[in-house]
């Protein structure tokens, strides 16, 4: 469901322009997604902050960071605020978290059917995530899964999150 007011628990996505955007538009049509418009996500926190995965580390930063870019915000319908609260809750164990570029090669990898072995063992391991495995992964730590389709947890891109959401 597409929310315009973003409301803690939210997760935004927008684009991101660039040299880095188009490498991530890449990795996206490498896992299937195609060229899409949506580059990064982020998950709304109180006291209008938010918390995103970054080449530097995750980071929790200002909600007006994104003031005057196009961003879409999209939850599942029906998520209750007792959900929202825990899904908040569980981000503070991943600000600072690495980001990896890698992990989009890994994603593409998994969906071209790759024989890799210890692939899904690596990316469990690493302790790095991308921005839409950052989400995913507060969410399904705050006890709701986005995904009922057998992915292997982390194997999330922004696109694959608003494909999912929006109505």
């Known amino acids: 469901m597409i929310q315009a007011r973003p409301q803690p628990g939210d997760i935004g996505l927008t684009q991101i322009n660039g040299t880095v955007g188009r490498l991530i538009r890449f990795g996206q049509w490498l896992n299937g997604n195609g060229f899409a418009d949506y580059q990064h996500a982020f998950l709304v926190l109180p006291g209008d902050r938010l918390i995103e995965a970054e080449p530097g580390g995750a980071r929790v930063a200002p909600l007006d960071?994104?003031?005057?870019?196009?961003?879409?915000y999209v939850c599942p319908s029906g998520l209750a605020d007792a959900d929202r609260d825990r899904i908040c809750?569980?981000?503070?164990?991943?600000e600072g978290v690495p980001y990896s570029f890698l992990d989009y090669l890994a994603i593409a990898t998994h969906r071209l059917r790759m024989p890799v072995p210890?692939?899904?063992?690596?990316?469990?391991a690493t302790g790095h995530m991308i921005c839409s495995q950052l989400v995913d992964q507060c969410y399904q730590d705050g006890g709701v899964r986005l995904f009922d389709?057998?992915?292997w947890p982390g194997?999330?891109?922004?696109?694959?999150?608003y494909d999912q959401l929006a109505d």
């Not at 210890?118 to 990316?123: A, K, Q, W």
């Open 118 to 124: 210890g692939l899904r063992r690596y990316v469990a």
């Open 149 to 151: 389709d057998g992915r």
């Open 89 to 94: 809750a569980a981000s503070s164990a991943y």
């Open 155 to 161: 194997y999330v891109t922004p696109l694959a999150l």
């Open 65 to 72: 960071s994104y003031a005057g870019a196009d961003v879409v």
